[in-house]
């Protein structure tokens, strides 16, 4: 059992005030258990959790899925639901332990003193009221205002957080905003009644790279001029290093390390926090290398832990971390990590099973790769909802997903396409695979037009293109077992003998790292990253020339991401295979892909090898978003962030589909007509109005970028 | 909205031409022929002819079709051939009882039902939820003539409080309209108040789930205000398609029902034409029960939109 007085963090005003005169904590939580109670059996989600948040101070709580950081976030707001149960501890608000008050003035508190912003924009809204008339509830419940009263206070605070329209967006329902407006809308709310502690789940996970630099920017903004207190529970450790002044990391519902941000991301000291800080994709690594990764997943609790909880996957752990808890070890400045060994190993990196072990040269591809194209795309459009109707009003001109898009893809060679949500990305991959059929232009694999083939019925050329979803639970019939899923596309690839197919499988799945005996499994009893092993598995049952790997590694921790990203790299190497890698996250694709497409709108806007793209001349889309990217202390300076507007309006016309929003936009011709696309002799193609020159005249978003690498492959 | 309505009417419309001609062609494939019933029994074959070429029933089907469908147009639903009567004032009459019925007896299942369900989701998993899961499995599980049965014995022949059967028109008082009605209301109510009640309680109990409730909580909303303002209009959309499609059958005529409580609706005046092989009138009674079947849809689809503003403006755009 943790009982030892230095089990909480060093934060704790007693050990604080030390050291230094701090001030007293506005939020200070202590030993706080929590579990979650079903007819199964009891599942510890939170084990004596501690930490404090000073006035004016912004905590970060990062952790991956099943760390217990929402969970914790919900305790504080009294919103667990659904069989939470906090056990023991306190959560001293102000001085008051809020567990000690009735339901009732926790409820008065909430939206008032405490405030919150959830994940998802999308779904936080009510989609039956108007946006004005819930912002103003709050004010009407806690500050007593009358609905005239609140609605000018309503249009103040939308003003406040950015909405340049106030009246029309308090007027609008939910759904006739974009997400980024949503969540601006959300903010509002927030502040409404001038909090003093904001609790902000993941606020910007569920957004566009480019809107979320803008919410961030919009939040630190807020936080600093109302002198709010934040606790922003994310995952994300960039968006982390950019807002918070502290972080609290998570493992297994328990406190591993706390401590200020740079100093904790920069110079982690609990083996996890290493293992986190190296596992996630940067721009700047050396892409030969695998991404190091996290081996295995995290254990669940049932009670209090017997052990180190990290023990099971750390490459440090000595039988004394298996045989009792970790106590928190403290130092005067508030740092805290839960590791007997953490002096010792101070220096130690998080090993890299591959430190050593570039990437297999790939030889003989190139000429190949010039000589026949593996897929070739050639003035791809796509239009949804197009409908023709005898009654006039029923006509619709439909919207464009893909507008006029051409590339090729080489055999063996790995195509990052880059974009946000809308951007037309999915499109392009299920038309590459004959799921949509295009609206016009044609998609040739291996020289043979696939729509046609699959519309006559011939399945053979699409037994060579396989698909890799994100959402690997969903792609998985719950009721089969990996084995019974994995055998159907070997049946129909004709494979008769079923013992020769069950030895077909084992071999499948032992190649993507799996145990052969996981065929008999259901998916329910794999981790996100087992089904995500078994998804690639089964694509490459049919032996397939060529992966669409849609979003495949976004919904995974970033431990997890970094293991499927080294698996899809080993599979192309020893295979040959060749991926369409889809992606809103430029840092994965840059880890993966040979060549990018960045699109926007439904078009090309920026082209060329991994490392062209990622040095000027950037287009201004492109520049946007790697400078949206978010980068950890120690990574080097932070490039000044170029900030797009909210979309107002959906792209579509006949000139450039980032005019809208675009940063550098010349005038009226990038409206009014269709940008030319400058090529240069490496295959770099970048479409805008403004001459190459003057865009290879911008600074680099990552200077440090070696200039070797820069090199196409 | 508008286009949204002109293209729903346009559907409706072409759906009642369908239906006109099915049920032309259906009652014409009826056992039995209009002209010797008619004539009766022991009529002369001279006699059965002359009756069937004073009724049309000589010409060919599609002109014997256009002739009643014109008609239909013009507002004239033909006669009666066993009442001798024309048709029209027949079917309001029956229909205008029908829709008492069906008003009175959906909106006591609207409330009761949907008040019921709130409450099961609130306390879902309590003994409140598992009562009305219970009660309303029971109402449902049970034939709706048994229910009428046992009311008509309770109420009717031992407490002799109310009338067992009959309609009595408002102009006789309001006490005996309202206490003619009890009986059949408080049946339909227990044959439809389960459906309504665990369909409100389902999707209630996942609008509960959602983010925006979870937010509105996080604002420090008294639950009563998450429940009603920001749960209840949310979760009423599905309740609300199947009331609308209860209210067309209730209004279509309610066979069984009508038939035990002797009540003149829809029902009735249908198995009567059918008894008695009247086809014109069974061939406009259907007509109309199909138009309200669709009227009360297309009502449910309006409602639908006026309570989710994402369709009412996907409609403005259309």
């Known amino acids: 059992m943790m009982t030892a007085p230095q089990a909480r963090p060093a934060v704790s005003p007693v050990v604080a005030s030390a050291s230094a005169p701090k001030p007293a904590p506005l939020l200070d939580v202590r030993g706080l258990t929590i579990s979650y109670g079903n007819a199964r059996g009891t599942l510890r989600a939170a084990s004596d959790v501690g930490f404090a948040i000073r006035p004016g101070e912004v905590m970060g709580l990062v952790g991956e899925s099943g760390s217990g950081k929402s969970t914790i976030a919900m305790a504080i707001l009294d919103l667990l639901g659904g069989g939470g149960r906090v056990d023991s501890g306190e959560i001293l608000f102000d001085g008051t332990d809020l567990r000690k008050l009735p339901a009732s003035e926790r409820r008065a508190l909430r939206g008032d003193r405490i405030a919150a912003v959830f994940q998802d924009p999308f779904t936080s809204l009510n989609p039956a009221l108007t946006v004005g008339r819930q912002i103003a509830e709050p004010l009407i419940q806690h500050k007593g205002l009358s609905p005239r009263q609140a609605a000018v206070r309503v249009e103040d605070l939308l003003a406040e957080v950015g909405i340049r329209d106030p009246r029309r967006v308090a007027a609008a329902y939910p759904h006739e905003l974009s997400g980024g407006m949503q969540q601006r809308a959300l903010i509002a709310t927030a502040l409404g009644c001038e909090p003093k502690l904001l609790i902000l789940d993941e606020p910007t996970t569920a957004l566009d790279v480019t809107v979320e630099a803008r919410i961030i920017e919009l939040l630190a903004k807020l936080c600093d001029s109302h002198k709010l207190s934040a606790l922003f529970v994310s995952h994300n450790l960039g968006i982390v290093n950019r807002i918070c002044q502290t972080v609290t990391v998570l493992y297994g519902g328990v406190v591993v390390e706390t401590g200020a941000t740079g100093r904790v991301l920069s110079r982690p000291a609990h083996p996890y926090a290493k293992g986190l800080v190296a596992a996630l994709p940067r721009i700047t690594a050396d892409r030969r290398h695998r991404l190091p990764s996290i081996p295995g997943t995290v254990a669940k609790l049932s009670g209090s832990p017997a052990a180190c909880v990290f023990a099971p996957r750390c490459p440090f752990a000595e039988e004394t971390c298996r045989s009792r808890p970790q106590a928190m070890l403290t130092d005067g400045d508030g740092d805290g990590v839960r590791c007997w060994k953490a002096d010792a190993l101070a220096g130690t990196p998080w090993p890299d099973e591959e430190a050593t072990g570039l990437r297999r040269p790939r030889t003989g591809e190139t000429a ?168 690639i598995a089964r694509a490459l049952a049919t032996d397939p020339d060529f992966v669409v790997c849609d979003e495949a590694v976004s919904a995974l921790d970033v431990s997890v ?113 269709a940008p030319p696309v400058h ?28 200039d070797a690498d820069a090199l196409p492959r | 909205m508008l286009a949204y309505t002109l293209t729903r009417l346009v559907y409706l419309a072409l759906v009642l031409a369908v239906m006109s001609v099915l049920v032309f062609l259906v009652t014409q494939a009826m056992p039995g022929d209009v002209a010797s019933m008619i004539a009766g029994q022991f009529a002369s074959k001279e006699v059965v002819d002359a009756i069937a070429v004073k009724l049309g029933l ?88 048994f229910w009428a049965i046992v009311l008509v014995l309770v109420f009717g022949s031992y407490l002799k409080l109310l009338p067992t059967g009959g309609y009595a028109p408002i102009t006789d008082g309001f006490l005996p309209w309202a206490s003619h009605l009890v009986l059949p209301v408080v049946t339909l109510v227990l044959m439809l108040l389960a459906r309504i009640a665990r369909l409100t309680r389902s999707s209630m109990i996942d609008v509960l789930q959602t983010n925006y409730v979870k937010f509105a909580r996080a604002k420090g909303m008294p639950e009563s205000v998450v429940i009603l303002r920001h749960a209840l209009k949310n979760a009423l959309l599905p309740t609300i398609t199947v009331l609308a499609i209860d209210f067309g059958l209730i209004l279509g005529g309610v066979v069984v029902i009508e038939t035990i409580f002797s009540y003149p609706g829809m029902g009735r005046l249908l198995l009567f034409a059918i008894q008695r092989h009247d086809l014109p009138l069974i061939q406009a009674t259907i007509l109309i029960v199909s138009a309200a079947y669709c009227l009360a849809n297309l009502t449910a689809d309006l409602l639908y939109a006026f309570v989710n503003p994402k369709i009412r403006h996907g409609m403005r755009a259309s």
Request: proline share 6%; with cysteine.
């Open chain 1, 561 to 673: 991401q970094a293991n499927i990203l080294n698996l899809l790299a080993e599979l192309r190497d020893e295979m040959g295979l060749s991926y369409l890698f889809i992606t809103h996250d430029i840092a994965v694709v840059s880890h993966i892909a040979d060549r990018v497409l960045v699109v926007y709108g439904g078009t090309i806007c920026e082209e060329g090898p991994i490392g062209r793209v990622l040095r000027p001349p950037y287009h201004p889309y492109t520049e946007a978003l790697l400078s949206a990217v978010p980068r950890l202390a120690g990574d080097g300076p932070e490039a000044p962030r170029i900030l797009l507007e909210d979309a107002a309006t959906a792209p579509g016309g006949r000139g450039c589909a980032f005019a809208a929003r675009c940063p550098r936009k010349l005038g009226a011709v990038c409206d009014e007509q």
């Open chain 2, 58 to 145: 000589d010409q060919p089907l599609i002109v014997q079709y256009g002739h009643w469908a014109a008609g239909i147009l013009r507002g004239d639903l033909g006669r009666s051939l066993v009442l001798e009567q024309p048709i029209a004032p027949i079917l309001l009459e029956a229909l205008g009882r029908s829709l008492v019925l069906a008003v009175v007896a959906l909106a006591v299942v609207a409330v009761v039902g949907i008040g019921l369900g709130v409450l099961a989701a609130v306390r879902r998993g309590k003994l409140t939820d598992q009562l009305v899961s219970g009660v309303s499995y029971l109402g449902i599980a049970v034939p709706d003539f």
């Open chain 1, 368 to 535: 190949e790769t010039r000589s026949a194209p593996l897929v070739e795309v050639d003035h791809l459009r796509k239009i949804y909802g197009a409908s023709r109707s005898i009654l006039p009003w029923l006509r619709r001109a439909g919207t464009v997903a893909v507008e006029d898009v051409s590339f090729t893809i080489g055999r063996g060679e790995v195509v990052g396409v880059v974009g946000e949500s809308g951007s037309g990305k999915s499109t392009i991959g299920r038309a590459l695979l004959a799921l949509t059929e295009p609206s016009a232009g044609t998609v040739l694999f291996d020289g043979a037009d696939l729509t046609q083939q699959v519309k006559r019925g011939d399945q053979t050329l699409r037994r060579r293109a396989q698909l890799v979803f994100q959402n690997s639970a969903a792609s998985l019939n719950p009721r089969k077992t990996v084995g019974a899923a994995m055998d159907r596309p070997l049946v129909l690839a004709g494979r008769a003998d079923a013992e020769e197919r069950r030895k077909t499988i084992a071999g499948l799945l032992t190649r993507v790292g799996l145990p052969a005996a996981y065929a008999d499994r259901f998916p329910h009893e794999l981790s996100g990253g087992e089904r995500q092993r078994v998804n």
């Open chain 1, 679 to 706: 090529e240069t002799a490496d295959g770099h193609r970048i479409a805008c109005h403004i001459p190459l020159a003057t865009l290879a005249e911008r600074a680099a978003v990552f200077p440090e970028l070696a």
